[in-house]
């Protein structure tokens, strides 16, 4: 789907020359819908990405801020979430559960899924001596609008060629902030269960994962760790997710401007994701950061453990050279 590049003959040109192309090429975009709350004045997303704002139903909300919700964007970008549905009238896996039954209802197979606080996508390019850059400000020359959303497609045209490519492929997503600045991340369209958890941009291949799972498992994934706990159901379906690790996304800090957590609730919520990790057939597998008092912090998957035992495929598939 994506052009050849030789990454060893003018590869920042080529790159850059296809994000400003691909900004052009809006008629690829599967549905998106930016998941928010308690953000109605400040979704940094759609000021990171305005063309969204054109978008009908880009804003997946409670039902019960709609209408604070519209009174900063209007009813046209507004999808709304009954109230019924899920395990309680809040909840980050509600949300993004509801955008693809959204998308697959009307029959999409792919659906792009968003966090409410992208504030900057990036890619990586080669930088000399061995190391990559994301390093942009001198390129773009005043075209950072342009940029990003170049970048935005970029992305989702290399999910859509792996979803195209590897068969049970159900999740894609970018790299987070500067988890990686390797040469070879900035070479890679994308890898096969080689990554982390999915990031503030995702790429669904809706109908799989559907198929495959019934859905995001809100009992145990409604108020926290829908990321990981998304990736264990595909695990544990048979399927794979994908890594772009050549985008590069930033969003708002998530500990101090959060609006899912707070200082007293963050510990019972990171002690449930937990919980519920180490009762899953997965949980062996399960990297855990504690923080001073022992307390469950952060995790993550140990995907070379994975594929030591067997229990995933792992491979890349780089710019063609």
Same mark, same amino acid.
């Given at each position: 789907m994506l052009p050849s590049l030789d990454l060893h003959e003018d590869s920042q040109d080529a790159k850059f020359d296809l994000v400003f192309s691909l900004a052009q090429r809006l008629d690829l975009l599967p549905p998106v819908y930016v998941i928010s709350h308690a953000r109605a004045g400040r979704v940094r997303t759609l000021k990171t990405l305005p063309v969204l704002n054109e978008m009908p139903g880009v804003l997946v909300v409670a039902e019960h801020e709609m209408a604070e919700y519209q009174r900063h964007h209007g009813r046209r970008v507004l999808l709304p979430i009954p109230e019924d549905f899920g395990p309680r009238n809040l909840g980050v896996g509600r949300a993004r559960q509801w955008s693809l039954d959204t998308a697959?209802?009307?029959?999409?197979?792919?659906?792009?899924? =968003?966090?409410?606080?992208?504030? =900057?996508?990036?890619?990586?390019?080669?930088?000399?001596?061995?190391?990559?850059?994301?390093?942009?400000?001198?390129?773009?020359?005043?075209?950072?609008?342009?940029?990003?959303?170049?970048?935005?497609? =970029?992305?989702?045209?290399?999910?859509?060629?792996?979803?195209?490519?590897?068969?049970?492929?159900?999740?894609?997503?970018?790299?987070?902030?500067?988890?990686? /600045?390797?040469?070879?991340?900035?070479?890679?369209?994308?890898?096969? %269960? =080689?990554?982390?958890?999915?990031?503030?941009?995702?790429?669904?291949?809706?109908?799989?994962?559907?198929?495959?799972?019934?859905?995001?498992?809100?009992? /145990?994934? %409604?108020?926290?760790?829908?990321?990981?706990?998304?990736?264990?159901?595909?695990?544990?379906?048979?399927?794979?997710?994908?890594?772009?690790?050549?985008?590069?996304?930033?969003?708002?800090?998530?500990?101090?401007?959060?609006?899912?957590r707070t200082p007293e609730s963050a510990p019972r919520l990171r002690q449930a994701e937990h919980d519920h990790l180490m009762a899953d057939p997965l949980g062996p597998y399960v990297k855990t950061k504690y923080d001073l008092i022992d307390r469950p912090q952060w995790h993550s998957l140990d995907w070379r453990r994975l594929a030591r035992d067997g229990r995933v495929t792992t491979g890349s598939a780089p710019w063609a050279v």
């Open positions: 697959d209802v009307l029959g999409h197979d792919h659906a792009i899924v =968003l966090d409410d606080d992208l504030t =900057l996508l990036s890619v990586l390019w080669g930088a000399e001596p061995g190391r990559a850059s994301r390093a942009f400000a001198g390129r773009v020359e005043g075209r950072r609008e342009e940029f990003f959303l170049g970048v935005f497609m =970029l992305f989702v045209v290399a999910s859509l060629e792996a979803f195209e490519r590897v068969p049970s492929a159900m999740i894609s997503s970018h790299q987070n902030q500067n988890a990686n /600045r390797t040469p070879a991340a900035s070479e890679a369209r994308y890898q096969v %269960n =080689l990554g982390g958890n999915p990031g503030l941009a995702q790429a669904w291949h809706v109908r799989r994962f559907l198929e495959a799972t019934g859905g995001l498992d809100l009992a /145990r994934w %409604n108020d926290h760790g829908d990321d990981i706990g998304a990736v264990v159901q595909i695990l544990n379906a048979g399927g794979s997710v994908i890594k772009v690790p050549s985008i590069i996304g930033n969003s708002l800090d998530c500990e101090t401007d959060s609006v899912i």
